[in-house]
């Protein structure tokens, strides 16, 4: 079964530096401000190829996160992480590079949790 997609407005708060593990897996974390009348800081991940989504996108940038919610277990305790797969600029135009990176699906980076040490 495939997961649903989501979507967030809001300003890139904080970009993380790329982590790789022992196995050889790598994220990068990234935060972004809901536009909200009570925002919320919702920290993201990119993982495998998807850190490339990264590269264009600063501090500060007004965007459009597509993600995946995906949760699992880990030696007793529960973990959810917000998988992104797209990012588009504030005003809801795909970068044409990043267009070629993301494709058209949402469900890319599904198995990679299987991978990540959390």
């Known amino acids: 079964m495939l997961a649903s997609m ?9 970009i993380e530096d790329t982590q790789t593990f022992g196995s050889g897996f ?6 972004v401000t809901s536009e909200e009348k009570f925002p919320q800081d919702v920290k ?3 993982t495998k190829d998807k850190i490339e989504l990264l ?5 500060g940038d007004r965007v ?6 995906r949760g699992n277990e880990y030696k007793g305790k ?3 992480n ?3 797969w797209r990012i588009e600029n504030g005003g809801g135009e795909v970068d044409s590079n990043l267009a070629q990176v993301t494709g058209e699906s949402g469900d890319g980076n599904l198995d990679d949790l299987e991978e990540s040490p959390f």
Do not use: D, M, P
């Open 6 to 14: 989501y979507e967030l407005e809001g300003t890139v708060k904080l």
């Open 82 to 84: 917000l998988q992104a």
């Open 26 to 31: 790598q994220k990068r974390e990234f935060v």
């Open 44 to 46: 993201f991940e990119c």
């Open 78 to 80: 529960y973990y959810v």
């Open 55 to 59: 590269e264009k996108v600063r501090t």
């Open 64 to 69: 459009k996160v597509s993600f995946n919610i």
